[in-house]
């Protein structure tokens, strides 16, 4: 099982940050992408290729709202160009990206139909807008590997669409492996009666992680992350009561109070009222002992790869320092 990093970007810090990453012999760095949140995720990523040579690097995640499919498949060329073939494009339908502006997230049917011709795009083949043929033209010539389309998912509508459109999917439903075994057989099932091998299909899980040897400074630590994943069990349309029983209030408080203004802050209300029990069963809080053996639960579902999330926006240096190079460790002992 991979393992890479979530991050923040930041325009005097995103080179270092994926040098350090890769110096740690994590695989892969994903930034988040919200535009009132974050600088522009494409350009950030674009520094982080010309600091590294081996990880692969990535959207986690961008939007089918405020960018439009050729925008988005030039952009992620153009990074797979600039790094030598390490792109990975991550999409969901848009959370915080649409909450900021006022927009909500996309509807299935609309981000299904997104994914078609962002596939189009990234292939080089015309892609039919409004009666008028387009398509990425500067491609002509160049020999550019297939960028993957990675789609982020938490409801079993995305996960069908992800399974008929995309080459990878990451689950965005915590850290219980029965759950993420649940998401697993959905994924290869849909994939089969869409006519594919569901062995081609690579599964992830994004996995909010923060190691320290005192519990509760790792689940303080942990908290405002924690909150941003969960909070999409919460989204309206979603069906609280399909989730597992432990999940269900926390995923309605998530509906009623979630507060944008603290994305991904452990000092938010939303992400205090979080209970013990559920930051252990949708995240992963503690110890190195008990962080490897959590792991090797989720590696024991059949999951290719993870994608941590190594905490809370507002957490201590401190703490999100040797944590990560904690997180490292364990990723080197599951390689080997």
Known sequence: MEMGLLMFPSPAGSAGMAQLVEGL????????????LTPEVWGQLMLAASATERIELGTGVTNPVSRDPAVTASAALGLQVASGGRAVLGIGRGDSSMAKIGKRPASPKHFELYLERLRGYLDG????????????????????SPVPIEVAATGPKVIDIAARRADRICFAVGADPDRLTGCIDRARRSAMEAGRDPQT???GAYLNCVI????????????????????????????????????RAAARHLRENYDMDHHGAAAGAHAQALESDFIHRFGIAGSADEALERFQEIAATGIDFVRIVPGSRDMPAEVAGPSIQAIAQIAQRLSS
């Open 25 to 36: 012999g994590l695989r892969s760095l994903v930034f988040a992408d919200t535009q009132c």
């Open 201 to 203: 299909l690579r599964l």
């Open 125 to 144: 083949t015309p892609v039919l807008r409004e009666g008028h043929p387009s398509r990425i033209e500067w491609l002509e010539g160049l020999d550019v």
């Open 212 to 247: 320290h040897p005192d519990r509760e400074v790792a689940r303080e630590a942990i908290r405002g992350g924690l909150s941003v994943f969960a909070h999409f069990s919460g989204f309206q349309g979603m069906e609280i009561e399909s989730l597992p029983e432990g999940a």
